[in-house]
């Protein structure tokens, strides 16, 4: 199993900036990608992007690419979500998955979930 817990949410003006972290633990030597979603109040959970787990390459949803970043730390067995320029419309849950099948390139298969962490826009 692996367990993932995000951290770095919370409440953020309108054109500033938020890092996300996400601590993997468990069995990690099987994972092939980590990802983030979000989630908005009333709407689906969607993709924002992903990292390979050994690769370090990204693929990130067309429309937040420019502002989203992600990142890993393998020390620490960390993946960020580096956020700028945010927008009331990016206030959500932010989720980090992982999975231990299929590539990063696809947003679908993601079998480990975090709790997530509330990030709030204001205008």
């Known amino acids: 199993q692996v367990q993932l817990l995000e951290s770095g949410g919370g409440l953020v003006q309108t054109g500033g900036s938020l890092r996300l972290s996400c601590v993997a633990s468990g069995s990690i030597f099987r994972l092939n990608a980590v990802g983030w979603f979000r989630q908005a109040p009333g709407e689906e959970r969607e993709f924002v992007g992903a990292?390979?787990?050994?690769?370090?390459?990204?693929n990130y949803a067309a429309s937040e690419k420019g502002r989203f970043t992600i990142s890993r730390d393998d020390a620490k067995n960390t993946v960020y979500l580096e956020v700028n320029s945010l927008k009331p419309e990016d206030t959500a849950i932010y989720y980090c998955?992982?999975?231990?099948?299929?590539?990063?390139?696809?947003?679908?298969?993601?079998?480990?979930w975090g709790q997530g962490t509330q990030v709030t826009v204001s205008s």
């Open positions: 990292i390979s787990w050994n690769f370090e390459r990204t």
């Open positions: 998955a992982a999975k231990d099948t299929g590539t990063y390139l696809l947003r679908t298969g993601y079998n480990f």
